[in-house]
């Protein structure tokens, strides 16, 4: 999944998007409607569904989900179907449950999102200090750009998010292996008023704490 991956050294799952604001985001390219959702939206809600293509053009069953931030670098994503997952990071720890295992993973944000796709769509420094922008082409009715990790240590290729009528509607990331993972994004609300306590993560009675260094 793609903030799983996120987690194993990739701290992937795009994901999250946003409205931009005003009249201008129609008409502007990828990368200023990029720079316009850094700059205008601190705070987001909406859904995902996601899959993964391996190597081999293998497809892994699907995902779904919902998700939320607010910046700098709080955020919530939450698997729902077919089984369920949650990653929280309440900007200074991000933990990863399993309730199968019921298991909870804790890392340091800024070790776990560094240069990541988590660093463009959550945090809140400038964009070039850790990636290369470029506009792609216009496909399949979207406007797209490619964000590269100046890092060749980050973990993945490169990220492109897909822009239509002002929102991001699409993230496709291609890892240090060769798998791509596509992320379907619906539902979009910008900057909603979220509760003090969203994004704190309390590990469940009886859960395996594990504490990467």
């Known amino acids: 999944m ?3 991956t996120w987690t194993k050294g990739l701290l992937s799952s795009v994901l999250c998007a946003v409205c931009l604001l005003g009249s201008q985001a129609w008409a ?3 990368q200023e409607q990029l720079q316009s959702f850094v700059s205008q939206v601190q705070a987001a809600t909406g859904n995902f569904s996601q899959y993964t293509v391996g190597t081999q053009g293998q497809t ?3 995902q779904s989900g919902q998700f939320s931030f607010q910046r700098p670098g709080r955020f919530k994503w939450d698997v729902l179907k077919p089984y369920a997952q949650q990653i929280v990071s309440d900007g200074k720890q991000l933990f990863q449950f399993d309730p199968d295992l019921n298991q909870v993973t804790v890392r340091q944000v800024d070790q776990a999102i560094g240069a990541s796709p988590a660093a463009i769509l959550f945090g809140s420094g400038s964009l070039e200090q850790s990636f ?3 506009t792609l082409q216009d496909n399949e009715g979207l406007s797209w750009l490619r964000a590269k990790p100046r890092n060749g240590e980050a973990g993945f290729a490169y990220v492109d998010l ?3 009528g002002g929102l991001p509607a699409r993230i496709v990331l291609l890892d240090a292996f060769g798998q791509s993972t596509h992320i379907e994004l619906s539902g979009l609300k910008p900057n909603p008023v ?3 306590e969203a994004f704190r993560f309390v590990p469940p009675p009886g859960a395996d704490v594990v504490r990467m260094q």
Request: hydrophobic fraction near 55%; proline fraction near 11%.
């Open 2 to 4: 793609f903030l799983s």
């Open 28 to 30: 502007a390219s990828a």
């Open 60 to 62: 892994k069953p699907a």
């Open 132 to 134: 290369t922008v470029t």
């Open 162 to 164: 897909g822009f239509a």
């Open 194 to 196: 979220l509760p003090a």
